[in-house]
């Protein structure tokens, strides 16, 4: 069963930075799409930014200038770079990735467990 791991997450103050990472833990023959989302309590899941496996990158309106998104294909990780935190940044972080596990296999939607992330003010 292939997970996503995610490491990173913390407090840290507005103004801050903070670098959150996501790697597969099993072998998978490829991940496609990958991204980030996040979760406020009581609110919804929301996109943050996504990445093609060719390094096309798409950012919600509210992190861009701020957070970029990148990734290692040979590693099967992606990085989430958060500069100028704010309070409103506070969230569970989630990675995503659509991948095969084999050659043959069909695509498959991949979760991380989550990553709290707090920006105090």
């Known amino acids: 069963q292939v997970q996503l791991v995610e490491s990173g997450g913390g407090l840290v103050q507005a103004g801050g930075s903070l670098r959150l990472s996501c790697v597969a833990s099993t072998t998978i023959f490829r991940i496609d799409a990958m991204g980030w989302y996040r979760q406020a309590p009581g609110k919804q899941r929301e996109l943050v930014a996504t990445?093609?496996?060719?390094?096309?990158?798409n950012y919600a309106d509210s992190v861009k200038g701020r957070f970029s998104i990148s990734r290692d294909n040979a590693k099967n990780t992606v990085y989430l770079q958060m500069n100028s935190l704010k309070p409103e940044d506070t969230a569970g972080y989630y990675c995503n990735g659509g991948g095969y596990l084999f050659r043959n296999s069909p695509i498959n939607d991949y979760w991380g467990q989550g990553n709290q992330v707090t920006g105090s003010s």
């Open positions: 990445i093609t496996n060719s390094g096309n990158t």
